[in-house]
């Protein structure tokens, strides 16, 4: 995949927004709303109608030495135009 979109990201509670014609995707820190739409229409060839971003926050991993890093990372919520899909969500 780009650089910019690491993986997809596929879970029961992502596939309902499917429905709706979204689609999750783990992207790079730096990555701008822009170069992520840019990045999508290249990589799977549809139109992409808007893009939601939002840095995620894991939990504190805990070991004997205490309380380890917390690590941050940002997703992308890619709304397709109407009659688009990405193959790679459906299963194809």
Known sequence: MDKLIKRPIVSEKISLHAEQNIYVF???KSATETEIKN?????????????????CRDRASKGRAGAGEVRYWK?????????????????A
């Open 26 to 28: 783990d992207t790079e």
């Open 39 to 55: 990045a999508i229409e290249r990589l799977f060839r549809v139109k992409v109608k808007s893009v939601r971003t939002a840095v």
């Open 75 to 91: 997703k992308a919520l890619v709304k397709l135009a109407a009659g688009e899909k990405i193959a790679l969500f459906e299963g």
